[in-house]
């Protein structure tokens, strides 16, 4: 059974940032997809980042383009999101999806001064 796990998270300042990263434990990556989701407390998980099996297709929420980055490592079967100036509206739970159907557990993310 695949398992996807998260890492990463944390707290970090205004302005400041971070890399999550989401492992596979299968030889397969490179079948799946991958999506970065967020959910904020009291708010619907919402798309942050997503990219293709071959890595050259990418795309992103408006709210993070220009400030995240996704990017996989198909050698290490691990995609990271590096997530620079940081905001407080950032807060949430990041959660990564491989293949459109398999979840993390997710990891907590936390701008506050």
């Known amino acids: 059974q695949v398992q996807v796990v998260e890492s990463g998270g944390g707290l970090v300042q205004p302005g400041g940032s971070l890399r999550l990263a989401c492992s596979l434990n299968t030889t397969y990556f490179t079948l799946y997809s991958m999506t970065w989701y967020r959910q904020a407390p009291g708010k619907r998980r919402e798309l942050v980042a997503s990219?293709?099996?071959?890595?050259?297709?990418?795309s992103y929420a408006g709210a993070v383009k220009g400030r995240f980055t996704i990017i996989r490592d198909n050698a290490k079967n691990t995609v990271y999101l590096q997530m620079n100036d940081l905001r407080p509206d950032d807060t949430a739970v990041y959660y990564c999806?491989?293949?459109?159907?398999?979840w993390g557990q997710g990891t907590q993310v936390t701008v506050s001064s």
């Open positions: 990219i293709d099996k071959s890595g050259t297709s990418i």
């Open positions: 999806n491989a293949g459109h159907s398999i």
